[in-house]
């Protein structure tokens, strides 16, 4: 699933640094786990906006997951307004996968 | 684009609620190792003895259900996908579970079924009541309804179910309240109790976890339905055949239709398993899978004990010993150790590492326990369960000995990496 933004080249750089954050149980970054659905920028207001999901509502790992996305993305947008919002519409499924991730996981 | 639903939908249930019963469940199943080991020497008798009671109750209550309720407060949020009613009942729940067995579990050994049995019997029933009170609140405030959390439901009642039976059963020990003896009622009981609750609740969570963590493209409601309806039906005609039939044919149609339920369960997790994206399938998932395929034994057994009553019209007492040991020490034992590392080490590293997530290198909750303690708990467990199996249909007191010695060195190494999990600090350096 490809990631929806109003800034392709700032994106680009917040899934570089999403590509850190890893969902513990399996092992896959939220990037290629197809977690993150959009990230916009308002660049007067100085505020991010990333829409991400999980792989199952009420994950117990699903808070840490969501504060572990926002430290990456303040780390790279300093002094900007972080706010990471949860969608479960579309719900997340296997296709959204990326290439990466599955021949991570066949490795695995 | 996409419609949002705030911070609401990662709130999980607190983990002081959660561990303490992982915690008491580990502590009884070593105790019910021990118990074995000294009751060795004349297990094979009957099964209505006071130490096996004693045995049984506390793999039934103190290991087995206690582990369940405790992986189920925190499991029901991710199957109903609604947040857990109430933290306060489930640790009410706790309390009064955690009270009422030892109580039970001590009348049944001195055979005393007088006021600690029952009161430790009605403390019990409290504990389910609450666990019930807090499921269906809960399944009411979730907006989405599912099968797997019919599942769990159901399963709860039938747990009431069975211990209640249990606690009339008891009262009737000291003043009869039933038309016959109490121990003609055992058989209803005791099948209250495996097949309701832990048969329903292992096949409706297993069909939601096994395809989660093997992250398996498969799911199928319509069959999981079908199990649902074929082992409810079982129980059901089991009843009836029970208290109002006296042919004792009528008998293997339940079975039937319990086994169809069990088959189409194996059958829904080798999908999952031959449809998953995660190839590597780690140890704890591998026993996992494993209990699955041991379902099928106590079946076996069942269908032999039911032969024997049909053709020689006797009972077998070890075969029926057997059947009872190859259900608490088999697969709800194999699937308890299997998935108990699968849950704790997340519940684990959320308490310990939550705050630290994304702000530095934390290790992966897989690697807060020893993998090659678990491997050695897996194949003690396996020795010991095949070699108790064998020694009590041998009826050899050296074989049972051994095999409880090598159970009980299971529950050591559990209990080691349980402990090591909940004693668990970050690393400062």
């Known amino acids: ?108 | 684009m996409f419609t949002t639903t705030g911070d609401t939908a990662t709130a999980t249930t607190s983990h002081k609620v959660v561990l303490p019963f992982y915690l008491y469940a580990a502590i009884a199943f070593l105790v019910a190792t021990v118990l074995l080991l000294l009751s060795a020497n004349n297990i094979t008798e009957h099964y209505f003895l006071p130490h096996t009671l004693a045995i049984v109750h506390i793999m039934a209550l103190g290991w087995g259900t206690m582990i369940i309720l405790g992986a189920s407060h925190q499991l029901v949020p991710v199957l109903i996908e609604g947040k857990l009613y109430s933290d306060t009942l489930a640790l009410l729940c706790f309390i009064l579970a955690a009270l009422g067995i030892p109580l039970l579990s001590y009348g049944f050994y001195v055979f005393d079924m007088g006021w600690p049995a029952q009161w430790g019997a009605c403390l019990v029933v409290s504990a389910i009541v609450l666990y019930l009170v807090n499921l269906a609140m809960s399944m009411l405030q979730s907006k989405k309804e599912n099968v797997h959390a019919v599942f769990i439901f159901t399963s709860a009642l039938w747990l009431l179910t069975t211990a209640t039976v249990g606690l009339l059963l008891l009262h009737n020990f000291t003043q009869p309240i039933l038309s016959r003896n109490s121990l003609d009622y055992l058989a209803l009981h005791a099948h209250f109790g495996i097949v309701g609750w832990f048969l329903l609740l292992v096949t409706g969570v297993g069909s939601r976890l096994i395809p989660m963590f093997l992250i398996s493209k498969y799911g199928n409601d319509r069959q999981l339905w079908w199990i649902y309806g074929c082992i409810n039906a079982g129980l059901l005609l089991f009843i009836y055949v029970f208290l109002y039939s006296g042919n004792r044919t009528l008998l293997l149609l339940p079975v039937l239709l319990v086994a169809s339920g069990i088959v189409l369960f194996g059958n829904f997790c080798y999908k999952a398993y031959r449809q998953r994206i995660r190839k590597k399938v780690d140890e704890q998932m591998r026993l996992s899978l494993l209990s699955v395929a041991m379902m099928v034994l106590p079946v076996v057994f069942l269908v032999v004990i039911v032969g024997f009553l049909l053709v020689a019209d006797k009972s077998q007492t070890r075969l029926a010993i057997a059947y009872g040991f190859i259900i608490f020490f088999g697969w709800i034992t194999a699937i308890i150790l299997g998935m108990t590392f699968k849950t704790l080490p997340f519940i684990v590293w959320n308490k310990v590492y939550h705050h630290l997530a994304g702000k530095g290198k934390t290790p992966n909750p897989k690697d807060l326990f020893s993998n090659v303690l678990f491997q050695w708990m897996g194949i003690a467990y396996l020795l010991g369960f095949v070699l108790f199996t064998a020694g009590i249909v041998a009826g050899h007191v050296f074989t049972l000995q051994l095999a409880a010695v090598l159970l009980i060195t299971c529950s050591v190494l559990y209990n080691w990496n349980v402990l090591q999990l909940l004693l668990h600090k970050p690393d400062r350096t």
């Open chain 1, 1 to 108: 699933m490809n990631v929806i933004s109003n800034n392709t080249l700032r994106a680009t750089v917040a899934l570089a640094a999403l590509q850190h954050v890893v969902d513990p149980e399996i092992g896959l970054n939220v990037v290629d786990l197809g977690l993150i659905y959009q990230i916009d920028f308002d660049e007067a207001a100085k505020k991010v906006y990333c829409t991400m999901t999980l792989t199952t509502q009420f994950c117990p790992m699903g808070e840490s997951i969501t504060d572990a996305a926002r430290t990456a993305l303040q780390e790279t947008f300093p002094g900007e307004d972080i706010t990471v919002t949860l969608s479960f519409d579309p719900a997340w499924n296997h296709e959204m996968i990326s290439e990466e991730g599955r021949e991570f996981l066949n490795e695995r």
